[in-house]
């Protein structure tokens, strides 16, 4: 069974489509990725899978069936839009909006403690939200999300605001939470977030998919045709190697995608004795990279 089924959904506001022709299929058990730019129709999908917002065309189907009210227990959804009660305690909040989804009253103190554990925030549970920092009160919104148990789960730009060392937090709790065989579907605009725990995405440009599938198989589409350089010193004149197409420079580190059928080796010994090396690895291009690739297509 597939845990989300979209057929050919449309929707517009006016005479502006912000989703158009879209058709998706996600697997049970997978961590899914929406990605594409600000704007690009992300979130108006996800408020359509969770009948915030009709389409105008097309169906969708989720955990086998048409959505409706008494489906939102079976699901946990952090909107775009995060909003708590700034005066309430963590813990009072935590078990109201638990009580909501459908948790019954004797198994929340355990729930509470587990998650708060879980997210670092057990000496925050008598504070009132407004005494948070965003990170934290974000993190708790994230609990207040899978606090029922959801089959599914759909997240908003779950990473907007948090420091690398709570974005790892929330990609360990997300890859532990695919362990148990939950299915999480998330937005985000930015790339570099998704390479290391979607297993399948969906590019999204102006409203349009623009690649869709396998991460995995998707890069190995383009083969192992990029060097990720870390080196000191000018590499300006590898603009003009024969095996170069593209260099993102960084200042102390580049992106080189090479031309097709191009050998990486005559790019190694052309920097050798010109700069200092720090790294040199041939792999597959970037989501990144992909997505610029793809976008540029587009618009064309």
């Known amino acids: 069974m597939y845990a989300l089924e979209i057929d050919n959904i449309s929707k517009r506001f006016g005479n502006f489509y912000a989703v158009q022709n879209l058709s998706l299929k996600i697997p049970q058990g997978t961590i899914y990725g929406l990605l594409g730019p600000n704007g690009a129709g992300k979130t108006t999908t996800l408020r359509m899978i969770m009948n915030i917002i009709i389409p105008d065309e097309g169906k969708i ?56 554990d879980k ?13 948070l920092s965003k990170g934290m009160q974000q993190k708790i919104q994230f609990i207040v999300t899978i606090i029922h148990d959801p089959e ?14 709570n974005t790892k937090l929330i990609k360990d709790i997300m890859l532990g939470l695919k362990d148990q065989g939950k299915t999480i579907i998330f937005s985000t605009h930015r790339m570099e977030q998704v390479e290391m725990i979607c297993d399948n995405i969906c590019l999204i440009n102006k409203a349009r998919m623009v690649l869709e599938g396998n991460l995995a198989g998707i890069k190995k589409q ?20 024969p095996e170069v197409e593209k260099i993102d420079d960084y200042g102390r580190s580049a992106e080189i995608r090479l031309k097709d059928k191009a050998d990486a080796q005559g790019v190694l010994a052309g920097l050798v004795g010109k700069v200092r090396i720090g790294k040199f690895e041939i792999q597959e291009p970037s989501l990144n990279t992909i997505f610029i690739e793809k976008v540029g297509r587009n618009e064309q």
Do not use: S
């Open 61 to 116: 189907r989720v955990l086998g069936r048409t959505m409706g009210e008494d489906m939102k227990q079976r699901i946990g959804y952090l909107p775009e839009d995060r909003g708590l009660y700034p005066k309430m305690k963590v813990g009072d909040i935590l078990e109201f909006l638990g009580e909501i989804k459908g948790v019954p009253k004797n198994a929340m103190p355990g729930k509470i403690d587990y998650w708060l």
């Open 119 to 131: 997210f670092e925030l057990t000496g925050w549970k008598t504070k009132k939200v407004d005494e």
């Open 152 to 165: 599914l789960i759909i997240l908003d730009e779950p990473f907007a605001g948090l420091d690398p060392v």
């Open 222 to 241: 383009y083969g192992k045709n990029t060097i990720l350089l870390e080196y000191e010193g000018d590499i300006g004149f590898l603009r003009n190697r």
